[in-house]
């Protein structure tokens, strides 16, 4: 699979709904359910059956962003992004959370602000990178007490963040059209 053949799925309001496969989209093109497509141009072109009557072979043309028929049932403000480590260092741009290195992903932990052994959740609001002398310096302490305060605040990604900081790669124009939309506490913008 090539990297950037990934179609971001929309509704017809414009909220992401998905990450899909060029395959799928193309399925939704065949059914014509696709409502518009966002993107400076086709992210691949697929061929499809041939004609009878006129003997040419059909092309479908995928866009990078396209937004399908119905909008979604569930509200998707309401959702939490899922949480995982890679998400989180890309939301704190693999910055420690207390000294300031900029370091490489094995290099950094999620470190509890609220410790885990004092009832602190594996949480958005409750989590930030850390590097592991600064993990292990703060122990089983809050920031206050262990006297390192954190240099920049957690925070729980919107839905168009949360595609950006899932999308391993991410074409230029999607980023821009995701970007856009970010809220202003993002540090992804
Ligand atoms: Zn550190």
């Known amino acids: 699979m090539r990297p950037h053949a ?3 799925q929309l509704d017809i309001q414009g909220s992401p ?3 899909i ?41 995928v866009a990078p962003i ?18 995982s480590k890679s998400k989180l260092l890309r ?6 959370a207390y000294c300031g290195q900029v370091l490489a992903g094995d290099l950094l932990q999620c470190e509890h602000i609220i410790p885990e052994s004092r009832g602190g959740p594996w ?5 930030v990178t ?13 920031p206050d007490e262990a006297g390192m305060p954190l240099i920049y605040l957690p925070y729980v990604p919107s839905r168009w963040e949360d595609f950006l900081l899932e999308g391993r790669y991410v074409r230029a124009d999607v980023h821009e059209w995701l ?10 913008t």
């Open 6 to 8: 990934h179609v971001l």
């Open 17 to 19: 709904q998905a990450w």
């Open 21 to 61: 496969s060029l395959e799928r989209a193309a399925i939704h093109y065949a059914c014509s359910d696709v409502m518009w497509e966002e993107g400076s141009g086709p992210l691949a072109t697929l061929r499809g059956g041939m004609n009878a009557r006129t003997g040419i072979q059909s092309r479908i043309e």
């Open 66 to 83: 396209i937004a399908l028929k119905g909008a979604s049932r569930i509200n998707l403000f309401d959702v939490i992004p899922s949480f």
């Open 91 to 96: 939301r704190d741009r693999h910055t420690c």
């Open 123 to 127: 949480s958005w609001m409750n989590l």
């Open 130 to 142: 850390a590097c592991g002398p600064c993990n292990l310096r703060k122990g089983a302490r809050t």
């Open 179 to 188: 970007s856009a939309r970010l809220p202003r506490n993002s540090r992804l």
